[in-house]
């Protein structure tokens, strides 16, 4: 038997979830980084270096490639808790309502909007789960 309970595996899910979200931020960091450099061996070796200059646009698509792979791993993380386990929480509810709004204007526009929506549509359950706990 499993001790852990489905609103418990759904705030492991819910968490695991949003902290991954963080995994964008560092690869778009990794990305500025890796241009910074790849234009430094532009600029020092100009275009006789093919070798070294596509090495560093190389790391700069794995950051890249990394951070969007590791957060999307997140976003389906998320999806899975409020939607199959239909975990409720304040923080949930902003998380969604702040991530889906900056998300519409980025390339996960599809999530962000659906999370967004779905946070709005939803939002008397999140607030009526977050005061439950509190009366009992």
Do not use: H
């Not at 979830?17 to 100009?46: H, P, Y």
């Not at 590791?70 to 509810?93: E, P, Q």
């Amino acid at each position: 038997m499993n001790d852990i309970s489905s609103s418990q595996r759904g705030a492991f899910i819910a968490k695991l979830g949003a902290w991954l979200q963080l995994a964008q931020i560092i690869g778009f960091v990794g990305t500025a980084i890796g241009m910074v450099r790849a234009f430094s061996v532009l600029k020092t070796e100009g275009t006789s270096g093919p070798a070294k200059l596509s090495r560093a646009i190389g790391e700069v698509l794995w950051t890249t490639f990394a951070g969007i792979s590791v957060s999307l791993v997140g976003v389906i993380l998320v999806l899975i808790a409020i939607t199959a386990y239909r975990y409720r929480a304040l923080w949930m509810f902003w998380f969604l309502c702040l991530y889906g709004g900056l998300m519409i204007f980025s390339y996960f526009f599809p999530f962000g909007l659906f999370f967004l929506i779905y946070a709005l549509v939803k939002m008397e359950e999140f607030l009526r789960m977050s005061i439950l706990p509190q009366q009992l």
